[in-house]
């Protein structure tokens, strides 16, 4: 169970601060809620602390975590298949994981086909999305903020 304050990540949403604790009740049933503050935007999102492990909220990692991930970038394999729904379908599974360096070869395989060949609209907005959970978890280990940190991802994938 996380705690108010504790800095956490949304496989889907991105990185943020657990702001409160909430009781709602809906219906007939009451439930306590994360309310859940987006680093990037600031959106606030309630999450049902008893399926907040089911959605795959999970602590921000570790900055040697995260510097170890950035380091194994520019070596990262990626995927190149060339059906699009498949592609797509692999690569949503893998933000859905809420693993760190799915989510960075996610990052890196869109970033490479989009320079080789171009995106469909639908993989555009998925690395769009996908770089800003990435790069907002990344700013929470304290390791540059954001622009530093989109230019040392960015220096990552072409290297």
Request: glycine letters at 8%; hydrophobic letters at 40%; charged letters at 25%.
């Amino acid at each position: 169970m996380f705690s108010v304050g504790d800095m956490v990540v949304h496989p889907m949403h991105g990185a943020g601060v657990i702001d409160s604790i909430v009781n709602e009740k809906i219906g007939d049933t009451a439930q306590d809620y994360y309310v859940f503050k987006m680093l990037v935007g600031g959106l606030l999102l309630k999450i049902p602390i008893a399926n907040s492990d089911v959605i795959g909220l999970r602590p921000v990692s570790e900055r040697e975590t995260v510097e170890q991930m950035l380091s194994a970038l520019p070596a990262m394999e990626t995927d190149e298949n060339t059906n699009w729904s498949k592609r797509y379908h692999e690569n949503l599974q893998r933000l859905k994981s809420g693993d760190l360096y799915e989510l960075a070869r996610v990052v890196k395989s869109l970033t490479q086909r989009d320079r080789e060949r171009g995106l469909s609209t639908g993989e555009r907005k998925m690395l769009h999305d996908a770089k800003q959970i990435l790069i907002s978890e990344i700013v929470l280990t304290g390791i540059g903020n954001y622009e530093q940190v989109e230019q040392r991802l960015a220096g990552a994938i072409e290297a």
